[in-house]
């Protein structure tokens, strides 16, 4: 059982299936009423605008470089601020990207009544993830993106993890399998962690 107002942050190697993850838990009949947001899509969307803001994103994403964390945090914070009404569960994909981020999220969630947000990360190798992303071709995988992607979740995105970590507001899962054994892990994980609480 996951209490009201929590926040799960889904952390991992691009393709290591966290939207999948996230679309099952959704379905449940007791997560009723839980918003997604995914900071992705929402610069993905923001990327195909004819603005400069638009033209840049692209730019980035195209590259597979990251956007600047101020941004990321910005369209992450508009969208919760849109379609929060109250102590609905949130989870969230493609964000946080770097530690600044996160800190930032911890601050905007704690103005706003709710706990500080939960981390869930999803293990995979870094060979599974970039065979993932060779399989799944996004209009932005190409391998030279893909590579680059893989870099920066070592520079930028296991600090975060460690971050949680330390305080204690992280569930690992392992991420290869199928998608139902590794969905089952994930409940298991999940409420292993809520029932300590």
């Not at 009949?29 to 840049?56: C, F, S, V």
């Not at 102590?87 to 530690?99: K, N, T």
């Not at 992303?133 to 995105?157: A, G, P």
């Amino acid at each position: 059982m996951i209490p009201k107002s929590t926040t799960l942050m889904f952390l991992g190697r691009s393709g290591c299936g966290k939207d999948t993850q996230i679309e099952m838990l959704m379905r449940r009949p007791d997560l009723a009423g839980a918003i997604e947001t995914n900071t992705g899509n929402i610069l993905r969307e923001m990327a195909k605008k004819n603005t400069i803001l638009g033209k840049k994103v692209k730019e980035i994403l195209e590259s597979g470089r990251l956007c600047p964390g101020w941004l990321s945090f910005t369209a992450w914070l508009s969208y919760l601020m849109e379609k929060a009404r109250g102590d609905e569960i949130l989870f969230a994909s493609g964000s946080p990207r770097r530690l600044e981020e996160a800190e930032l999220e911890d601050r905007a969630l704690e103005f706003s009544g709710r706990p500080k947000p939960v981390a869930v990360h999803i293990v995979v190798s870094r060979e599974e993830s970039k065979k993932r992303l060779m399989i799944r071709k996004r209009e932005d995988d190409t391998e030279k993106s893909i590579d680059s992607r893989l870099e920066w979740f070592e520079k930028d995105v296991m600090p975060i993890i460690e971050h949680y970590k330390k305080e204690g507001r992280l569930i690992e899962i392992n991420g290869e399998g199928l998608r139902e054994e590794i969905f089952a892990r994930l409940e298991e994980g999940i409420e292993n962690y809520f029932s300590k609480k």
